[in-house]
């Protein structure tokens, strides 16, 4: 068998056509051959290709060999033509070669056939292996074109020799720098000089080391065209020739947001750890204070005609209030305040609130207040919001020293995935947005970022804690809201609380209570592991009518329940105590005694409190600290009447 080869043969005579056909097969070939005499038939079997190769008469009765390759050649520019005639002189010869035709081989001496078509074989297989390479370059290099050309990073290289300059640097730099790709060919130093001043000579050192590492990064700030600070992250290699470095070839990456969300991220584990902190100096502080306030109480009955004692203990009351108050914003900021949940409707308490405001602001500041109508409800402490709106107020007061106005405003949203949330990601859902935005003087980047530290404050020492904004953060997020901030300096602040929306009625805000220590009649066991003030509560419970069992913890007491002679009316437990919580105790004495009604104490919770009402029995809440009057009438109104 030869090797196979499919042949066009561009003939008029049946018998050289036979005899080129015999030729190749002697030769080592296998054709396979099919003979055509006209332009029609040429066309056609061009059609039905490929053809390794075309033999071609010269000259025939209605038609002509360069006719026949041009048609060829329109259709393949690769197979090889060559003329095999009797009839073509040497001019002739000479004009067809000058037109691309591979050969011409004389009839006469055909035994140069086998040998020519084997070369030309070989080239025509040369030249589409070449064609292939080609496209394939042409194709890899459009790729990479469009690859620089959409690449949101900086693709570039940037040689030494003969001179320091970019030779290419891809069109990403202008959505980075601010700088076109031709401003930097112009300036070979133009990375240096955004580059920020703190972060250039350590720079300005690391190139100067010759890249000695086979690769290298850098995390780097450049000042971008419009001002604002970028970070980006450098990658590069470091091209080599006889050891020497002669150009580099990097990537460079905008990594401002990461660097921002790494931020939040590190100020939110500080902000967690303070917390924490907060609340286990809260726990011992609230027992602290509940001790003193009781104790004034008691004290008051013997320095009731006595002015100047009567005025001492007033401002030792003041004091343990200022200090309790302290102590609640501690614990709103790390998110530990105890709370009394209920559904409100957010609408009534802008309304309530709008009075106390505009006699807080000032009458230099306007004020307005922009809720929208039918706004969703929320289920949430009253107290706590309270204390976010005054610290916002207050904080927008401050910033408008000269007046200005301050806007409230509230709306409902929807938030359809966790990316449209705020810089701190929501889940999707109802959310209503409070914004309080003011004309102020604004704050600079570096203390926008630190607005939420406790403690932090730009105000005059005496003038503020440094908690109001870290109070409102806490707050915020122990109801799985956000906070969003937007300032700048002498563009004021808008200050965005994204809180989640409630089903349910809202309940009406609760009437004052009257300021009087009435006493009762009832059993009582009274459990704190805290002694001054177990011994407190005890004493001011004993004074006013009830009968008290205490114990200092929940093993205690439920002896005390398996072994009482009468049955316990009420409860009063703490809710934070070692071993075994008041919720657990509660479950446990509500075995022996189904329908008990369970009053809990706390200063400090890390969940949301019992809600009144909660389980087989009536179930109450007292925050700590509190004083005599706190805890009798929250006696009073848990024994009173049947649940």
């Keep these: ?57 010269y000259a025939m009765p209605d038609f002509d060999g360069l006719t026949a390759y041009r048609l060829l050649r329109q259709h393949d520019p690769d197979t090889p033509f060559i003329f095999v005639s009797g009839h073509i002189g040497e001019e002739r010869a000479v004009e067809a070669m000058q037109h691309g035709v591979s050969d011409y081989i004389s009839k006469d001496r055909l035994a140069r056939l086998v040998p020519a078509v084997e070369r030309e074989l070989r080239d025509a297989q040369g030249r589409r292996q070449r064609r292939e390479m080609e496209a394939a370059l ?40 601010g700088y076109t790709a031709e401003e930097h060919y112009a300036d070979p130093e133009l990375w240096l000089k955004l580059t920020h001043e703190d972060d250039r000579a350590a720079l300005t050192a690391w190139l100067r080391q010759g890249y000695p590492l086979p690769s290298q990064s850098e995390v780097l700030r450049w000042r971008h065209r419009d001002g604002r600070l970028r970070w980006v992250e450098q990658r590069l290699v470091p091209i080599r020739v006889e050891g020497l470095v002669v150009a580099v070839e990097g990537i460079v990456r905008d990594i401002t947001d990461r660097k921002e969300l790494e931020a939040q991220f590190l100020a939110a584990q500080r902000m967690e750890a303070i917390g924490r902190l ?11 204070l509940t001790v003193i306030g009781s104790y004034c109480s008691l004290l008051r009955h013997h320095v009731a ?37 209920a559904v409100l409707d957010f609408s009534a308490l802008l309304d309530d609130f709008a009075p106390m405001l505009r006699r807080m602001i000032g009458e230099d500041i306007r004020v307005r207040i922009d809720c929208e109508a039918g706004l969703l409800a929320l289920r949430a402490d009253r107290s706590q919001l309270e204390q976010v709106l005054m610290n916002l107020v207050v904080n927008a007061r401050d910033a408008m020293p000269d007046g200005g106005q301050l806007t409230l405003s509230a709306a409902a949203v929807t ?82 609380i994204y809180l989640p929306a409630a089903v349910g009625t809202p309940r009406p805000a609760p009437a004052p209570q009257a300021g009087q220590e009435r006493g009762g009649n009832g059993h009582i066991l009274l459990v704190e592991d805290e002694e001054a003030v177990r011994e407190a509560a005890q004493r001011i419970l004993a ?18 329940l398996a072994g009482a002679e009468r049955v316990v009316d009420l409860l009063l437990t703490d809710l934070v105590m070692p071993n075994m919580n008041g919720v657990e105790l509660a479950r446990r004495a509500r075995e022996q005694i189904p329908h008990l009604k369970v009053l809990f104490t706390t200063g400090y919770t890390e969940a949301a409190l019992p809600e009144p009402g909660s389980g087989p029995g009536r179930t109450g809440v007292l925050l700590k600290p509190f004083g005599s009057q706190a805890l009798l009438r929250k006696v009073r109104e848990m024994l009173a009447g049947d649940n």
Excluded: C
């Excluded at 949101?152 to 069109?171: G, K, L, M, N």
């Excluded at 286990?280 to 602290?288: E, L, T």
């Design 1 to 57: 068998m030869g090797t196979p080869i499919r042949i066009l043969l561009v003939e008029d005579s049946e018998d050289d056509a036979i005899l080129l056909t015999e030729m190749l097969r002697s030769g080592g070939f296998a054709p396979s051959t099919r003979r055509v005499m006209d332009r029609d038939a040429l066309q056609a079997a061009l059609g039905q290709g490929p053809w390794d190769i075309v033999l071609s008469d």
């Design 138 to 177: 042409r194709a890899s290099e459009e790729r990479l074109r469009r690859l620089t050309q959409n690449a949101p990073d900086i693709i570039y290289e940037y040689t030494f020799q003969p001179r320091p300059h970019f030779t290419f640097v891809s069109p990403a730099v202008e959505a980075i720098t």
């Design 278 to 288: 907060a609340g286990g100096i809260a726990h011992d502080f609230n027992n602290m």
């Design 305 to 341: 005609g006595d002015d100047a004692g009567l005025t001492s203990l007033q401002r030792i009351e003041s004091a343990t209030e200022r200090a309790a108050s302290l102590v609640r914003q501690l614990l709103a900021f790390g998110r530990r305040q105890p709370r009394e949940l």
């Design 415 to 496: 938030l359809p995935s966790a990316a449209a949330g705020p810089a701190t990601a929501l889940p999707p859902g109802r959310y209503v947005v409070l914004r309080a935005a003011d004309t102020g003087v604004g704050m600079s980047d570096e203390v926008r970022t630190r607005i939420f530290d406790p403690f932090f404050t730009t105000k005059e020492v005496g003038k503020g804690t440094g908690l109001g904004l870290s109070t409102v953060y806490g707050i915020v997020r122990q109801m799985d809201g956000a906070v969003q901030v937007q300032s700048a300096p002498g563009a004021g602040t808008t200050f965005a």
């Design 543 to 560: 004074s006013h009518g009830y009968t008290i069992r205490a114990a200092s913890n929940a093993a205690e007491a439920l002896q005390i």
